[in-house]
């Protein structure tokens, strides 16, 4: 069996250089391959580092490992930090980054789990993640299994009643062995959430539901390994992380601009978030 490669418990210190790395390697990626995302990427860049740092139970060596903890990335358009973080633990090699939304390329604009070590589902069909996050987590429940299933959402796709049905179904079925996690950066396609479909109060929806919530600030990553390190935080219940983040974060001319949720870089633009992201403390 292999071994738990998170048996040595995360820091924070080494979460936040991994996070820096996962930012500069996002965004080199979506300019590079001219794509789109950056903003939804960076806003959840932390998030990823905390979970593939080390609060994951999952073995690159052997990415189908039966015991190893579930991860659904259900904004699969925000894929290109996912990527990243899976090749940095030695998923797959480093050089399929350089295939990222390419003809022929290894890895395709939404998270795809064809031919992909790590992916556990194909995703970017918003409102689908927490579904199968929820199916996952059942099974490991019937089957006495100990993996846990972890869900990162948008809240752009808490809109829809595709997310709020498994919402429902989760504490129905006690399922403290599912962790979602809300990637809060306030920001979706076309607007902000307040004014698109305002969404507030989000964490009394959870809790109504019958959900044990926690609202972290998404960047600090004591707060964010305090939470993930901890969960569940109630016995029975499934639990629910609402990180308030910004989008585009460490990039000051992306943060909090509607912009960035589809345009792609510039050389001039990708040389000063360079900059900011390596200057960063």
Not at 16 to 43: C, D, W
Not at 133 to 142: F, P, V
Not at 182 to 190: A, H, T
């Amino acid at each position: 069996m292999p071994s738990l490669i998170d048996e040595l418990k995360p820091s924070a210190s080494d979460c936040r250089a991994f996070a820096r790395r996962l930012r500069l390697t996002a965004v080199r990626m979506v300019h590079e391959a001219k794509s789109a995302h950056v903003g939804g990427s960076l806003s959840m860049a932390d998030l990823m580092a905390a979970l593939y740092g080390g609060v994951l139970r999952v073995d690159p060596h052997s990415p189908s490992w039966a015991e190893r903890d579930r991860f659904i990335l259900s904004k699969g358009h925000a894929c290109a930090v996912f990527y990243a973080a899976l090749a940095s633990r030695g998923f797959f090699p480093l050089e399929w980054l350089d295939t990222f939304y390419r003809d022929g390329g290894r890895l395709a604009g939404h998270a795809s789990h064809t031919g992909v070590p790590g992916i556990e589902f194909s995703t970017g069909s918003l409102g689908h993640g927490l579904s199968v996050a929820t199916g996952m987590a059942l099974t490991a429940k019937r089957d006495g299994a100990p993996w846990r299933v972890f869900a990162l959402l948008s809240d752009g796709e808490c809109d829809e009643g595709s997310t709020w049905e498994p919402a429902l179904f989760a504490p129905q079925y006690k399922l403290d062995n599912l962790v979602v996690i809300v990637d809060y950066n306030k920001i979706q396609s076309l607007g902000r959430t307040k004014d698109v479909l305002d969404l507030d109060p989000f964490a009394d929806k959870w809790k109504a539901f019958g959900w044990a919530v926690r609202e972290i600030d998404g960047h600090d990553m004591d707060q964010v390994l305090d939470a993930l390190t901890t969960v569940p935080f109630t016995k029975g219940k499934p639990s629910c992380v609402i990180a308030h983040t910004i989008k585009g974060k460490g990039v000051s001319f992306m943060e909090d601009k509607l912009l960035w949720h589809y345009r792609n870089p510039s050389i001039e633009e990708y040389n000063a978030a360079v900059a900011e992201i390596e200057a960063a403390p």
